[in-house]
């Protein structure tokens, strides 16, 4: 909480300005009351019209008064609020970008978007509210109660008497209505969960003539979060009644015990009238209270929650000053890597040591799991060894400027992501230096030239972020072009040729060897037939480098290789 | 229109018709009641110097009143709340049972999250403003009647100075309503467009660090979240200024009532408590114009709501399928062929996928079919499941026409592996048993074992009962693959289709699975549709498609013989 405080630096004079004007509005309100009682008992009683006239003019001048001050207070809730919350938005935005991926990763994109979005709108709503009500809610029941201790202070012993019963119960309602939406908020998130699995496996559950069976599920779930909901509007739904009963029991009494003092001559009709009014104003402010406590209450939260982001440590290790060139083609050494990924037991790489000179083309191999990809995650740089060294060019990875290394290393994902936009612009993906030849050479190496011209609109055929019109892999070929548009010199493919089919892909792999400046290539696929073209291929197990030579040597030298190619199909021919 | 569509909700509320009446009648006397207080609030102060016990007995009826108010208003907000959140249950319900009956042609074309927005969303929305609807509407009503009429007896004068200011306020509250929903579906515009920024940023983290493009998109990033503040400022304040111009309002007509009040009061005219009654009424005057003004937001929000939600619920629904009478033989042992005779295909119009497409694949048989990616092998899936109907020719399952088989009697005898690796929110075993519903544990458990899930399986957490989550990633997509496999060889069918069932397995398990897959095969008719054409060569037949249309049809060693499109395939593959 305290460290979002901060975020309240560039909006100080609105966030002061703001509740102060709020005080001055309830002020003005305060007052109300007590003109009408000398109005009541100066004018009409003692029948003086000059008194009225001129006090009227203050009745509305206040009202006059207090409006604007109420205008420039909302005003600067609302330019503070969105202010404080745009800027902790911002700053979150720019700290997803500092992490480490896999710091990133843990979080998980789904609590990040819900921190980006939900979490930051609460917290702008709460303080927003916070700002208009931190003043003014408190300041009228508190100066109602001091109000009516300086008409008369018997009198005043029911509000406060009103005040402490209704506070107990409002705090009571509040605090059962809490975990109620709570369960509400469950329950619809439940309900959303099994609404979306249902959508998205529409073609299985037909598949399999589970459709009603589907449907009950949905029905039991929408069943109880229909029942969470009555539960928790019904827990509110007892608020508004019992506060309006026990204020107006109150002003019945006031009645009562004022009629007495007024006979006795001690207090005034229209003192009592003002008495009344205080007691009305009350009701309103203290629902307004219950209703702030809940909205900032939420808002703390879902502030802590984005602290927790925000409070995450961002690289440890001092950046040495290196000079990386960005070259047409560059070395890789692991040096005893490991890596564990985070929440596993077990190592994923264990003692990883190898050597690729610039210019050689690489195949990774081995079953699922057994590594590839995170020799490819550490050999770009979005993970970091547990211990040992990754080396580009002589250079620890870690020491290469951010911008260095993504410009000297690419690297395509077997599932490739799409930005909503053409086709060309998710080639470039915003890097706007790119020159349109640069485009279409990228685009016929991947061979997404063929994608291209099917399409009437060409480069600027649109895509969704979904990727809909487009199949698993042209996406792919996509992908790659994305990669090879700015001219990595050490170019990774991580599975990402899986979904072409056999005649792309060998044309795919062909126009790869013709690219300018030789750049070192790192293929990782399951299919032999992908790798065989390779200068040496590395067949990796359980983290574990069991062989790595050249198609023909691991053929006479490892009998696992031999086994993998059997299976495929390919004859040690 | 909109009438009919409230008039379609009230079906909803069908049921409890009475409760609406209830309902109806609790608002007019939580309404009548609560009026009523400040007037005899005001005969009570007019009663101090009353003799006898005057003033006890009116405060005896004030206190009656707040207990009828009281209690109508508890009872009435219970009851509004019963009557919506029933209502929109079951109007829910009905949006996603719609789900199962539309044509796959429609569910293609509405995007997953638009329909799940509505089913959830909408409906809530709906609930929002029903529900404000029923609290507001009626009280609100009788409560500004009820007041002016209280007002006209007590002094017409002082009344009409109220009438006068009556339509200032509802134009007030209009304005201020009309201009904070202008901007605030401006602000709710820009959110989408943030919050769409957001998540593909989010989504593609890897891509934006590995290209490093992460300065472009911060800088993107910051344009909009600006654009956002200026909107958001606007509308927050626009909508909060509606409050404390009310109390303006407000505040100026108890002004002009203290005022005429006061000079009537001090000529005799009126008595102190009659003018404390006024004021009470003035000061919550504006109250039931903002409520009124808020239930007209929200209602028409929420009729948006419904003419869409109805709109959809009228969409054409599949047409009734036949009753599944005739197909009672026991569907495991039955060798069934399939023939596919003349089809064509477009999910365009104008556009055809398949163009007169036929072959026949004989009972028992294994039947592969081979081409370039697009060019129509996953259709034919689909027409052969009835999730899509040809546009002329005629599929024979069993020698019989499958229109004139119920979808599903048609869907028992197929079990079926896709590409896409989909499971059921649910354990593992509820998976396995998903096209068996009355499996036994340790027969799911063999079919697990068959296809090499039992290993993995059993290293989770829970074993069998870990709970499958399809936002998780704790198993990987080629495990995800396998227990496909497993839920369509548990179902035990007498076709099975493979459509790229082992494209995310690794070649070792692959060749298990095909063993596996083989065992399954045997004696039952098979689909299979590969990549990898080491998969394929065993199958009896091949039928290569190429653009929509069948090029070649053999087996392997016949087409290898023709030296037509397939040996050029093959051999592109072998070299």
Redesign the interface.
């Known amino acids: 909480m305290k460290s979002l405080i901060g975020y309240f630096r560039n909006y100080r004079l609105q966030s002061i300005l703001s509740p102060v004007f709020k005080l001055l509005e309830a002020c003005f309100e305060l007052a109300v009351p007590l003109i009408v009682a000398g109005i009541i008992d100066k004018g009409i009683t003692g029948s003086d019209t000059e008194y009225i006239k001129s006090h009227i003019w203050l009745l509305v001048l206040f009202a006059v008064v207090g409006f604007a001050s109420a205008i420039c207070a909302q005003y600067f809730a609302a330019y503070s609020a969105s202010g404080v919350s745009s800027d902790i938005r911002r700053a979150l935005f720019d700290k997803l970008f500092r992490l480490k991926v896999s710091q990133y990763e843990k979080i998980g994109s789904s609590q990040l978007i819900t921190s980006l979005t939900s979490d930051v709108n609460q917290i702008s709503s709460g303080i927003n509210l916070f700002l208009r009500l931190l003043l003014r809610s408190p300041f009228i029941v508190a100066g109602a109660c001091i109000m009516a201790f300086t008409i008369d202070w018997r009198l005043a012993l029911i509000f406060v008497l009103t005040v402490a019963v209704l506070s107990v119960f409002v705090a009571f309602n509040m605090r059962s209505a809490i975990p109620a939406y709570h369960k509400t908020r469950q329950g619809l998130d439940d309900l959303v969960d099994s609404c979306e699995n249902g959508i998205s496996g529409i073609k299985v559950i037909r598949g399999f003539n589970r459709s009603s069976d589907d449907m009950e599920s949905f029905k039991a779930k929408s069943g109880l979060l229909c029942k969470a909901q009555k539960t928790a509007s019904d827990i509110s739904a007892w608020l508004n009644p019992v506060t309006y009963m026990l204020i107006n029991l109150a002003i019945c009494l006031l009645i009562y015990r004022g009629s007495i003092h007024v006979n006795a001559g001690t207090l005034t009709q229209g003192e009592t009238v003002a008495l009344y009014n205080y007691m009305s104003q009350i009701l309103v402010e203290l629902i307004k209270l219950a209703n702030l406590i809940v909205t900032v209450s939420r808002a703390v939260a879902c502030a802590s929650r984005v602290e927790k982001i925000l409070a995450i440590p961002e690289d440890g290790k001092e950046q040495k000053k290196v000079e990386f060139a960005a070259g047409s083609s560059h070395s890789v050494e692991f040096r005893n890597v490991h890596f564990t990924y985070s929440g596993n037991s077990e190592e994923s790489l264990t003692d990883i040591s190898f050597k690729i000179e610039p210019g050689e083309k690489i195949g990774i191999t081995g079953r699922t799991g057994s590594g590839k990809s995170t020799i490819a995650s550490l050999l770009t740089g979005m993970y970091c060894p547990d211990s040992g060294e990754v080396l580009i060019d002589g250079i620890d990875i870690e020491d290469i400027p951010d911008k260095d290394k993504t410009s000297g290393i690419g690297m395509a994902l077997q599932k490739t992501r799409m930005f909503s936009g053409t086709i060309k612009d998710n080639i470039t993906a915003g890097r706007t230096e790119l020159s349109s030849d640069a485009i279409d050479r990228a685009a016929y190496l991947s061979c997404s030239d063929e994608i291209i011209s099917g399409k009437t609109e060409g480069l600027d055929y649109k895509v969704s972020a979904e990727g809909s019109g487009l199949s698993g892999g042209q996406k792919q070929r996509i992908g790659i072009a994305r990669t090879l548009v700015s001219k990595p010199g050490l170019i990774v493919l991580d599975d990402s040729t899986s979904a072409l089919d056999s005649g792309t892909e060998k044309r795919l792999l062909d126009r790869l060897d013709s690219l300018e400046g030789d750049p070192t290539i790192v293929l990782i696929s399951q299919k032999i037939r992908t790798l065989k073209s390779c200068d040496r291929i590395m067949l990796v197990d359980d983290g574990r480098i069991v062989a790595f030579a050249g198609h023909d040597e691991l053929l006479e030298s490892s009998e696992e290789y031999r086994s993998l190619c059997l299976l495929q199909g390919e004859d040690a021919s | 229109m909109k009438m009919k569509n409230i008039r379609r909700f009230l079906t909803y509320m069908g049921k409890s018709r009475a409760y609406l009446i209830i309902s109806f009648i609790l608002g007019l006397s939580f309404a009548a009641a609560?009026m009523a207080?400040p007037y005899f609030?005001g005969r009570?102060?007019d009663?101090?110097?009353a003799p006898g016990d005057l003033?006890?007995r009116i405060?005896l009826i004030?206190?009656g009143l707040?207990?009828i108010?009281?209690?109508s208003?508890?009872m009435l907000?219970?009851c509004n709340?019963?009557l919506t959140?029933?209502a929109?249950?079951e109007l829910?319900?009905d949006c996603?049972?719609k789900?199962?009956r539309l044509p796959?042609s429609y569910?293609d074309k509405v995007?997953?999250g638009s329909?799940?927005s509505m089913?959830?969303s909408d409906t809530e929305t709906i609930?929002d403003g029903i529900?404000l609807f029923l609290n507001q509407f009626v009280s609100g009503l009788v409560s500004i009647l009820f007041t002016l009429g209280v007002m006209l007896y007590l002094n017409w004068k002082i009344a009409l100075i109220v009438l006068i200011f009556t339509p200032v306020s509802f134009v007030v509250s209009y304005l201020i309503a009309g201009g904070a929903f202008k901007s605030f579906r401006k602000q709710s515009e820009i959110r989408s467009e943030l919050?769409?920024f957001?998540?593909?940023?989010?989504?593609?983290?890897?891509?934006?660090?590995?290209?490093?493009?992460?300065e472009?998109?911060?800088r993107?990033?910051?344009m909009l979240?600006?654009n956002?503040?200026k909107t958001?400022?606007?509308a927050?304040?626009l909508s909060?200024?509606s409050?404390?111009?009310t109390?303006?309002v407000n505040?100026?007509i108890?002004?002009g009532i203290?005022?005429v009040g006061?000079?009537t009061?001090?000529?005799g005219g009126i008595t102190?408590g009659a003018?404390?009654s006024l004021?009470?009424y003035a000061?919550?005057f504006m109250k039931p114009f903002n409520d009124l003004s808020a239930v007209y937001t929200e209602m028409s929000d929420s009729m948006a709501c419904m003419s869409k939600v109805f709109e959809y619920l009228d969409e054409k629904e599949l047409d009734e399928d036949l009753l599944a009478v005739e197909h009672t033989e026991d569907k495991s042992n039955a060798k069934i062929e399939i023939e596919f005779r003349d089809v064509t295909f477009s999910y365009v119009p104008g556009k055809p996928v398949l163009k007169n497409v036929s072959f026949k694949v004989g009972a028992g048989q294994s039947f592969a079919i081979v081409g370039?990616?697009?060019c129509g092998k996953t259709t034919l899936i689909n027409l052969l499941?009835r999730?899509y109907e040809p546009d002329s020719g005629e599929i024979l399952v069993g020698g019989k026409s499958i229109k004139d088989i119920p979808?599903?009697s048609l869907?028992?005898y197929?079990g079926?592996v896709?590409?896409?690796t989909?499971?059921?929110?649910g354990t593992v075993i509820d998976n396995i048993r998903?096209?068996a519903?009355d499996l036994s544990t340790e027969e799911a458990r063999q079919a697990a074992v068959k296809t090499g899930s039992d290993s993995f399986i059993r290293k989770l957490p829970d074993r069998y009962d870990e709970y499958i989550?399809?936002?998780r990633s704790e198993i990987?997509?080629?495990q995800r693959q396998l227990l496909?496999i497993t839920?369509a060889m548990a179902?035990n069918p007498s076709i099975m289709i493979l459509d790229e069932a082992t494209?995310?397995?690794?070649?070792?398990?692959e060749?298990r699975i095909q063993k596996a897959i083989n065992e399954l095969l045997n004696g039952r008719t098979g689909i299979i549709i590969a990549?990898?054409?080491?998969t394929i060569?065993g199958c009896d037949m091949i039928v290569v498609l190429d653009k929509g249309e069948v090029k070649e049809l053999g087996s392997h060693s016949e087409l290898i013989g023709n030296n037509g499109f397939y040996s050029k395939?093959y051999a592109?593959?072998t070299t």
């Not at chain 2, 957001?198 to 992460?214: A, D, H, I, P, Q």
């Not at chain 2, 494209?503 to 398990?509: G, L, N």
């Open positions: 609560s207080i609030a009570a102060i009663s101090f110097t003033l006890v405060l004030i206190v707040i207990i108010a009281g209690i208003q508890r907000l219970r709340n019963q959140y029933n929109v249950n829910r319900n996603y049972k789900i199962s796959m569910l995007s997953a329909l799940q089913i959830i609930a529900l919050t769409s957001m998540s593909e940023m989010t989504n593609n983290y890897r891509e934006c660090r590995m290209l490093g493009v992460t472009e998109k911060t993107d990033f910051g979240n600006d956002y503040r958001a400022t606007k927050t304040f909060s200024i409050n404390p111009s109390r303006f505040a100026l108890y002004a203290v005022f006061a000079l009061g001090a000529a102190i003018l404390s004021l009470a000061s919550q370039p990616t697009g499941m999730f979808r599903t869907r028992d197929i079926f896709s590409q896409d989909w499971l059921h929110n998903f096209g519903k989550d399809n936002n990987s997509e080629g496909t839920r179902a494209s995310s397995v690794d070649i070792m398990t060749v990549h990898r054409l080491s060569i395939l592109s593959y």
